[in-house]
């Protein structure tokens, strides 16, 4: 019987981080279109509540959890 090697590799945290404020900024200063970064505060405000939900909190694994991370 022979043996295999197994590759051994440790799982990658991530931790809660706020994107909303960098995002505008970075929206401000790279898009001339955008001379109002308050006209996309709702879509970042989604983007870094579905990182979290994503990327921090324990995911169960159940249908809603894969909708959120699907979403």
Known sequence: MEMTDILSVPLKKTSEIDLVKPLKNLIALRFSTADNPENFNDAISELN????????RAMDKNEAAIETIAR
């Open 49 to 56: 509540k579905l990182r979290s939900l994503a990327c921090v």
